[in-house]
């Protein structure tokens, strides 16, 4: 074999992939101005209402109508389908769905803390539905700031405490370190 050949040999089997083997993705560092596609305000439809929200009363009808048009808004948040897919990193804070006390493995990360719990949820596409798989979260204090690495996808779910437009199928969540 010549010197030539041999040289193109050796430098293929550097560059080539091993077949089997997987390349790692590197997650994209979000933050939750991400999750909100250009030019939306979810605060448009209350801003519509600020001036007459003033004069009613809990029981008026035209309250209740208005807080149900506002509910329907954010839960229908529109997305950034150009994440579709994609490998993230995003920070949060958790709202525990399933676990046990000791470990989570489902949670609403949502941008702040009490979201969810103490006031009203935020427009859907600010919260994110995390699961772990057969990975559970180990929790140290529920109330801490986590970063989650997975893949998002813009899709839809809703459950007691929120809706959500995006799903983390999670590969790693952390206790965030700023």
Not at 50 to 79: H, M
Not at 157 to 169: H, K, P, T, V
Request: hydrophobic share 45%; glycine share 6%; with cysteine.
């Amino acid at each position: 074999m010549n010197s030539a050949l041999a040289l193109v040999l050796v430098v293929a089997a550097i560059w080539l992939p091993v077949p089997g083997a997987v390349a790692e993705e590197r997650p994209e560092v979000i933050d939750w101005k991400h999750l909100v596609p250009a030019g939306y305000d979810p605060n448009q439809l209350f801003r519509k209402y600020e001036k007459d929200v003033s004069t009613l009363r809990d029981n008026d009808p035209r309250a209740e109508r208005a807080a149900e048009r506002l509910r329907q808004a954010w839960e229908n948040a529109p997305v950034v389908a150009t994440l579709n897919n994609k490998m993230v990193k995003l920070a949060g804070f958790v709202v525990a769905l399933e676990g046990d006390g000791k470990a989570v493995s489902e949670f609403l990360l949502v941008p702040y803390f009490g979201a969810c719990i103490h006031v009203p949820p935020p427009p859907s596409n600010q919260v994110g539905l995390v699961r772990t798989g057969n990975k559970p979260f180990k929790v140290n204090q529920m109330f801490d700031m986590v970063s989650v690495t997975g893949r998002l996808r813009t899709e839809r779910a809703r459950n007691d405490l929120a809706s959500a437009s995006y799903i983390i199928e999670a590969t790693q969540v952390e206790v965030h370190k700023p």
